[in-house]
């Protein structure tokens, strides 16, 4: 369905009507996180995946920058009821970042994702997270990605509301048990799917 041919596309952009239930389209792309930008020093940036994995890893930002790219085109839509339709991601894949940390283990059913912002994090179900559309974004349309946006890297899930997209990405903990994140602790919907409309739990 892209034409260009090295795009993964989100399975939910291919869909006909891709405008969720009560989302608005936005050409805009406003910005929204719970306590702005933290300051963060690429020389002391440190991205890790741990827990239920065979052998949890991390990299540094040079190490992270010769992983294999992906490109993802996915629209992406905010539980405030915006969507901004048709944006272009590139990073490292999930699937790629899981697999060179071993493997889930057997009992790895959720994921718990720490941003740099103090204190903030989000949990969503593996599947979700293993959808062949996730990855830790460091550009979007082309351009690195901006700060304001959760640069130098964020996860990005497009097949969940954009708040379980972590901004500013740190660490990703696969776990047997669920554990509410920071809007989850505050009545959002554990798992988050856009076309189900789970915004609150
Ligand atoms: N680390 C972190 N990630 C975050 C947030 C946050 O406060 N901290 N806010 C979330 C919310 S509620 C939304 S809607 C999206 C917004 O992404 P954007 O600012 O790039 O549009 O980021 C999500 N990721
Ligand atoms: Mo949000």
Redesign the pocket.
């Known amino acids: 369905m892209d034409m260009e041919k090295d795009v993964i596309v989100s399975p939910d952009t291919r869909r006909e009507n891709r405008i969720p239930p009560h989302q608005s389209r936005t050409l805009k ?7 702005g930008a933290p300051s963060l020093d690429i020389e002391k940036w440190s991205f890790s995946i741990e827990g239920s994995v065979a052998n949890p890893i991390s990299w540094n930002w040079n190490e992270f920058q010769v992983l294999p790219q992906v490109k993802v085109r996915a629209d ?1 839509h ?3 009821r915006w969507s ?1 339709l048709d944006n272009l991601w590139s990073g490292v894949s999930m699937r790629e970042l899981v697999a060179r940390a071993g493997g889930l283990l057997p009992n790895a059913r959720f994921a718990l994702v720490r ?3 103090d204190g ?1 994090n ?1 949990n969503l179900p593996v599947e979700y997270i293993l959808a062949e559309d996730a990855l830790v974004a460091t550009a979007h349309d082309g351009a690195p990605l901006s700060v ?3 640069g130098p890297a ?1 996860l990005i899930v497009p097949q969940l ?9 740190a660490a990703i903990e696969f776990r047997e048990t669920d554990e509410a994140g ?2 989850e602790e505050n009545g959002y919907h554990m798992r988050g799917d856009p076309w189900n409309e789970e915004r609150f739990g």
């Open positions: 792309w406003p910005v929204l996180d719970a306590s992406f905010c539980v405030t901004r941003g740099y912002d903030w989000t304001e946006h959760g964020r509301y954009a708040w379980k997209s972590a901004k500013w990405v920071f809007w």
